[in-house]
T-cell receptor, first 114, second 117 residues
């Protein structure tokens, strides 16, 4: 199994509070991704990274920011959480992002915003 | 449009039945990749297979087989002699080149398979 850990795995927070989710990999893969999964919407890409300090927006990036200061860590921040950001968040890694490589996923982080 | 359609939202079968999960895609790319992922009740997403658009050979891995047909833009997944452990949501995905010349994955909405004893 690919070495990916997400933390926290579960979090309940209140509207307006900042939240940071962490993704840590031990595979030295170049590409890292943050997805959210919601019923009826499947998996939607929030942000991705193609290298240290190199990030780009996905299809649902509003309200989220990311940072990647080291190869192994990719942080997803909700500056001011809203109830619409209640979701399951998945981190994924790939060593061949631009050539259609497979993704390896973390176990997910369930976020509830009250 | 570039999209992936998994028309079967839910499928329920009895153990040992064969079951086929359909995946139909649309893309204007000539080079693309197709994937299947499995999401069991525990929640993690597990990579099953990747095919590129130039390789239409069918693939078999144990009880799993995949039928890729460019003529019908389909990449169907068959489980032979299904087992309870096959119960999961299965996602089909398509990798295409986006406007920034990077690849992006387009996901189907998934098919929930329930295998009953």
């Amino acid at each position: 199994d690919a070495g990916i850990t997400q933390s926290p795995r579960h979090k309940v927070t209140e509207t307006g509070t900042p939240v940071t989710l962490r993704c840590h990999q031990t595979e030295n893969h170049r590409y890292m991704y943050w997805y959210r999964q919601d019923p009826g919407h499947g998996l939607r890409l929030i942000h991705y990274s193609y290298g240290v300090k190199d990030t780009d927006k996905g299809e649902v990036s509003d309200g989220y920011s990311v940072s990647r200061s080291k190869t192994e860590d990719f942080l997803l921040t909700l500056e001011s959480a809203t109830s619409s950001q209640t979701s399951v968040y998945f981190c994924a890694i790939s060593d061949k992002g631009t050539t259609g490589g497979e993704l390896f996923f973390g176990e997910g982080s369930r976020l509830t915003v009250l | 449009a570039q999209k992936v359609t998994q028309a079967q939202t839910e499928i329920s079968v009895v153990e040992k039945e064969d079951v086929t999960l359909d995946c139909v895609y649309e893309t204007r790319d000539t080079t693309y990749y197709l994937f299947w992922y499995k999401q069991p009740p525990s929640g993690e997403l597990v990579f099953l297979i990747r095919r590129n658009s130039f390789d239409e050979q069918n693939e078999i891995s144990g009880r799993y087989s995949w039928n890729f047909q460019k003529s019908t833009s389909s990449f169907n997944f068959t489980i032979t002699a299904s087992q309870v452990v096959d119960s999961a949501v299965y996602f089909c995905a398509l990798s295409v080149v986006n406007a920034g010349n990077n690849r992006k994955l387009i996901w189907g909405l998934g098919t929930s398979l329930a295998v009953n004893p």
